[in-house]
């Protein structure tokens, strides 16, 4: 997953900051690299390298970056190649000028575009999607002018793709026709911002607009914000997991607050899979919304009974072999007087490998639990993601390869339940819009069909 | 504030390990600096470095340190000199072989013990207060033993002080007669642990032994462990404060679990001062076990208002003047659902200027809240701390300065109101141990007397 | 300026360190960024950065370029733009796999070229010459062959241009027509190097072969070396300015040996512009050899009046507006006893600006000198270079805008004189290899001609 | 071995860089660590660190560092303990102030003289000598004033040692009554300079006064300088390894200049031991002056052999067991041309341990040298130094336990020949002035006698 934003300020010394300060509001949508680009004498200058926002970009980069418009991204760390190359955004000089493109989600045939692109004579100097992206953007931009490119864009990428564009001057938003990732403008002194979440404007003092529509671009130049329909878009499909785990609970997406989709599918989910025990509780910080809406609706007290340690972090030391139990006890640690004897309904936002969660009720046992009943606020995930979540594969996936009592067992609990698909989705029927969703990770089902061999 | 540790384990691969684990566990006691000390090849080596635990120790660091005994340190950042020559283990070489000392505590007769050791011709290097205990400490060695060596510090220092100390391969733990600043003792595999907090003990899987009581020392040498009493103590004065802001919920100290103390307080509150409200909220997260424990006493439900960015860190960039006001609404961000037309009881541990809290008033008022009743967990703060936390002078302190109804006024809320101190001894109480505490911030009257000037 | 390497060894694990000391020893071509690339694991891995070569790469790197075929790149640092941008080897994809290529040269007609390729569609990332070589030969190679690429290449470049590529594992070498900038090829154990010079080769206890000649390609793969003539060179114009100043004395080029060349110049020099004196001596280190030269042409004795401090490098502290006279007084001392009284011949290779020369001349004046005749072992430089030696302007060059007699007259010596063109080529004839060379700087007579407007 | 400086300077803006350059200047005397300490606001700043100069001092350092006077110390890399802790000056604090010391030279009493201090109470953080000094000298100067104090100083210390010290706002200079190790004194525009050379005199721009005399001190406050006789100093025993080899070559040390001294011993050698040869040249850059001197009384011409790169540094990359011949190659590379048929003389300024010299003239034999007849321009070294220069054991000097004709057979020269003592003694005094030396390491009789146990 990654982060995008955009920023166009009149006041040109502004837009580094608030660049950063978006970055920043978004920065658990990703952790490995960082990178903003701004247009700035005729040119687009960058700056992009591997970890925190904070420790990419310095106090002294700012008074480099001013300028009215510029555009930045945030990637999330997943397996294996953590590399420089691929940190956003990528940059590419044609004909028609410099193209700055940041981009959120993923494309499924993105082999197949850059052979072709490949075969044409394009020639590329990283890995990514977004390079790919790039290349047929700019070309196109030489024929179209920049609502044709994405039309161009639309009509060869497959996949979800939310992206940030600087044409020279110009800042271009725009979000697939499924709507896959979010993406939202809000209006700030001087200015605009576009961002994957609304926390980012909230984080500037900035006054949410609306969300950018599956299909629709923004485009602002001169200070002169204007929205294009580019693609017809029969349904929506956006990402159910940003709801589920993935947003932050401040953030309103698509006009469903996703602190009310939690609270709701923990409330659904006491309502489901009711159970007699004393008190309710989460782990840590992702089941804490769902635990409070379980609680609210059971009428059971909600308590806290394990403490997160709020320092783990990317620099982190692993543990020896001798010590490597050591490893989740440093993450989270339990509150003995709140478990000893208890009969603790134990709430999390979703299960993937259940690794984790294992050594956790171990753990809850160990301090003394009576019982222990898991509740998880959505279905079981039982297939993986092509859309831009780092899910494993297939293999992976416990809910894939057994059924909610295999797990049960596997993980120690006397009682195991998931919210049921219904749920989830009267879950956020409740909260005020009547949506659709990809649920492929949750069904198997996909809005989208391509080629297998890309899978 | 900082926090230490000390470790002995027969398995020496594993010791720097442990020391780096049970300091991560004690972050939230101090970021300014971080260090450790073993025993090796007849000397002690050192390593100590500006930052957090994990960017001043790395990897490569623990071949180097390989021992069955070493101490650690983590400093906070008090404002100003935030320098590497304060930062601890503090080493000296005499006569007697090599001391290394890490102090969690202040002195309040500091500067004459420097003079008095300096008229005899004492020579230092640095200026902080663990230097002086070292020189105290390894000059008495030369004449007596290690406990006789105690009993001179004892006899000499003016305030508060927990201690590890290595003597070579000697390791040794003191608590002063007072106890002010916690410390406990836990039995690891093949060896021993004194840290600062239980959470510690519980970070390396290890089992809680025992608090160290004030007055009392722990000598671990050769494996063997060997308790002392040093000092006899008339009263025990521990900090109030680690209970009510600067603990970890997780631990116990001197038998009274942080987190239960924390919802008593909670507890209390809604006792003492209740209030007509829809929902009961905190600021995160320093305030949420209180007003968990407040919602309890209360039945009215608990939410969260508030979210807080995980990602707020040192090298955070500050904003311009004209995003000065940005600057709260990165760390929290109002769920205004939750919000919207509610009457909120607002929970926080406590006040110290106040200035965070009005901001965040607004932030809630200006969400739509119908009223806002702050609630805080503990007494005014009306004195400062000369005894190791971070407090303001008196100047700072909103509470030496203004009456309630006054700072109710300034922060815009409602309704405020206090804990009284007899509703903190209360529900200290009832956590099922009877201490007495030093109260000083509160009463403003100190556990120890020491002539003015020195304030 | 540039050093440029190849690498092609069968003992994988040696690669990345005779990358790096032939790298070493070329550091003299520049000091502003280094970079290699291998090919391994199916593409080709790349580490460039500012700063020497000793700055960049690192022992931990070694590990991770081990390989049988690699390349390597310094570049110098030329007014303005320092940027990690414009390091090399730069590195592009394509169908016909990844090349990437190392380039020591400039060209003229860079500009009309890179909007050639923008007008058919191509998009670069950077601004550099290399980027332009690697896109028209990574294009080319999807119709033709390495030869034939290189044919390609030719076509369409104008200007300077020493050469390694890297098209997957095969290790291609190719000087330009007229073979402006050196290009040599040794053999070593189990493989072979090319170079920019042939102190590389030394500096790998290899076994020079031959230079590679004007038009000539060098292709290594699987360890077969074969030699292609790929274009028709009817003149020769090797740069004469890496005789008389660029390379390293130790270096034998196009069968003259940089040594020789220079002693010779000293010799001429002497010949042509005698003069009454005690000593000779030079300023180091540039002058050294030329002065060695004119001393044992004159039997005028040779004697060192100025050290140089070994240790000026590119992280010094610039001085003040109160000390800026420090600066060159920091970088060369004068031996008071060898000038004091005397009647000294001052050697250096050439004058560029003057501003230095004419600082020197001070110190030396002021330490007593009784006369200063400066000798220069080359013409004048009256005219800019276009093919990669960092010349100021013509506005900058002093012999472009005065006659010898006002230079004279500017530095304050008691005659100067430079070393005739015809005193030039005779020195290199007596070299022992009758060749034709670019004499631009000289004459500015180019070589080549272009559009003026590329100027 | 060590540099040392202080500087005091009305124009307070500029004693950090007036600091800098001098220790820049003197960088040959220690490329370990750097450090510079001022008084500043009452009390001493220090910065020091591993490294060269311009690494450890940065520009941002120098607006801290603003002062009328300072002192900064350079430190040799000793084999082993390359440790930030014995980085200099070394700073302690007392009654009396805050003392800061830099150190030249080398105490044979330091582990007693430790003892005696432990023994009495005192408490060390480091191992160095000068942290010994800085002790004697603070305690001193709680019962006496500087002078007295560098009496007590001059009474226990035995072994070599040029001081400058800093006493709060007093600037101190001290040299042994031996005078071992140079120092000398130099005024500036508003100031005065104290060195180890003149040639840090001449980097500032300085006017050389006088070297500071063997048991003299200078001491400079408020802007007055004056000089003391501390100790009466019956004979001089000045190290006669700077002139030989360890001192710039355009300093001069007690009116001798070292140019000079260099260029008589190798008109000395010339006369001493003739041969019948082609060529005289020398093993840059240690035997360059003498073989100038050679060259000059033989009437052989001078040429260069060997090309030196001028790169080697610290961060340099170790080759691998196969490249190990590489390593000399890296360094010096021979000029065929001058080697090739010819009968060389070959100088060098003395022989330590033989194996680089071995190398070495392995290469030039390869390079086709007809005869080699090497002539080192100092006698044999038969002993370690025990003051400071930094010569390996009895057992790795390769005099001490071959004749002459058996190290011609192991460096595989024609002929080898040294400068008898007298030679070297006779080149000094044609210098222009008399003085006695510590001649230790060529006859193993020291200036000083001590118990054997130190040695």
């Not at 940041?102 to 197949?112: M, W």
């Not at 709430?347 to 898991?374: F, N, P």
């Not at 067992?409 to 195991?416: A, F, T, W």
Request: some cysteine.
């Amino acid at each position: 997953m990654c982060g995008i934003t955009a920023i166009y300020c009149e006041n040109e010394e502004l837009t580094p900051s608030l660049l950063y300060y978006s970055l920043f509001s978004l920065q658990h949508r990703g952790q490995e690299s960082a990178g903003i680009s701004v247009f700035k004498n005729g040119t687009i200058k960058t700056k992009k390298g591997l970890g925190l926002v904070s420790e990419v970009i310095k106090n002294s980069d700012l008074k480099n970056f001013e300028s009215k418009c510029g555009i930045g991204h945030i990637r999330y760390s997943t397996s294996g190649s953590s590399s420089l190359e691929n940190a956003q955004p990528f940059v590419v000089k044609s004909k028609v000028g410099t193209v700055a493109v940041a981009h959120n989600g993923n494309l499924v045939n993105h082999l197949r575009l850059r052979k072709a692109l490949e075969a044409e004579g394009s020639i590329f100097v990283a890995d990514s999607d977004s390079e790919i992206i790039a290349h047929i953007f700019s070309k196109s931009l030489s024929r179209k002018d920049v609502i044709g490119s994405l039309e161009v864009l639309t009509n060869l990428l497959i996949g979800s793709y939310s992206l940030v564009i600087l044409v020279n001057d110009t800042v271009v938003a725009y979000r697939d026709p499924l709507g896959f990732r979010p993406l939202c403008l809000g209006e700030i002194e001087n200015g605009y911002v576009v961002a994957s979440e609304s926390c980012a404007i909230d984080a500037l003092e900035g006054k949410f607009l609306c969300d950018v529509k599956p299909g629709e671009a923004v485009v602002i130049k001169n200070g002169e914000m204007e929205k294009f329909k580019v693609a017809e878009s029969k349904e929506e499909a956006s990402c159910v997991f940003e709801y589920i785990y993935f947003a932050r609970p401040d953030s309103i997406i698509d006009g469903i607050s996703v602190y009310d989709a939690r609270k709701n599918m923990g409330e659904e989910l006491a309502r489901e899979s009711p159970v007699e025990a004393d008190v309710v509780s989460a782990i840590p910080d992702s089941g804490v919304t769902a635990a409070i809406g379980f609680s609210m609706a059971s009428k059971l007290p909600y308590t806290e009974c394990l403490i997160k340690n709020r320092y783990v972090g990317r620099t982190f030391i692993m543990p020896k072999q001798e010590l490597r139990e050591v490893s989740v006890r440093l993450k989270v640690n339990p509150i003995h007087k709140n478990i000893e004897g208890k009969r603790i309904v134990l709430v999390d936002d979703s299960i993937v490998r259940g690794t984790t969660s294992k050594k956790i009720v171990d753990m809850i046992k160990k301090a003394g639990a009576k019982e222990v009943h898991m509740r998880i606020a959505s279905p079981p995930i039982i297939s993986p993601c092509y859309f831009g979540i780092d899910m494993k594969s297939r293999e992976e996936l416990i809910a894939a390869n057994h059924s909610v009592s295999e797990i049960a067992k596997i993980l120690g609990v006397d009682s195991l339940s998931y919210l049921s698909l219904d749920g989830l989705l009267k879950a956020l029927k409740r909260c005020g819009r009547n949506k659709s969703y990809c649920l492929g990770c949750l069904t198997a089902k996909y809005p989208l069909s391509w080629s297998e061999d890309e899978k």
